[in-house]
């Protein structure tokens, strides 16, 4: 058995066995797998917690009134008017807050999806028909269309409006049908973004299996 810091031994303890405990829902749901998501739950829920302290609480707002700044009295008041809504009398209290909350919210999101998504996804479609030398134009046109019909399509199978008829409402054949290949390609995007997060998960589980291996060799 080689000798190790107590610092390290510990840690590596701990880190042993809560990948035990993790593992050991292969076996079963049980208590000890139960635990380990308790801890992992409490304890990411400690450090964002820690960090709005740190970060948001004591900058923005504390130090702020402690020196004489009553503009920070505003989000103060609306934060406190938001613990209203813990008690069904005092509810109406906290609707200013929460309507304030949702609407800048849904602002950033917005902006966030046209400056940060829709805005690039165009400029990108539009520079790929930007003819490079090294590269053969065929080989260019084809990147580009298929670029340009992804994009397009896309944005189509979003399309959510439709005319009356017969039987109710429905899209014309044309939309219909882009609509349908623009499936293919949320489907393709889908099943690269789920071999993504099967190849991260499975560097995560070697890399587990691999400290245990270590934490082993160093006891043994």
């Not at 028909?129 to 090294?134: K, R």
């Not at 298929?146 to 979003?158: A, D, H, N, Q, S």
Request: with cysteine.
């Amino acid at each position: 058995m080689t000798s190790m810091p107590s610092t390290e031994w510990i840690a590596g303890l701990v880190s042993f066995l809560l990948t035990v405990m993790v593992f050991s829902y292969l076996w079963k749901d049980n208590a000890l797998f139960r635990l380990a998501v308790y801890l992992f739950v409490g304890v990411s829920a400690g450090y964002v917690g820690a960090v709005a302290c740190r970060q948001v609480l004591l900058p923005r707002l504390i130090l702020p009134l402690l020196e004489g700044d009553l503009l920070a009295a505003f989000p103060l008041l609306l934060g406190l008017a938001l613990l209203g809504k813990l008690s069904r009398r005092t509810a109406a209290l906290g609707n200013p807050s929460l309507a304030l909350m949702v609407g800048v919210g849904t602002a950033v999101a917005i902006g966030g999806a046209v400056l940060g998504t829709l805005i690039p996804q165009v400029q990108a479609t539009i520079n790929n028909f930007e003819l490079d030398p090294a590269r053969s134009m065929a080989e260019q046109i084809l990147d580009a269309s298929t670029f340009l019909v992804g994009t397009v399509t896309t944005l189509v199978y979003f399309h959510y409006s439709a005319r009356p008829g017969a039987q109710g409402p429905q899209r014309s054949k044309l939309v219909t049908l882009l609509g349908w290949v623009g499936q293919i390609f949320i489907a393709i995007t889908f099943g690269v973004i789920f071999a993504g997060v099967y190849a991260a998960a499975l560097t995560a589980l070697i890399e587990r299996l691999s400290s245990l291996r270590l934490f082993l060799g160093s006891l043994f």
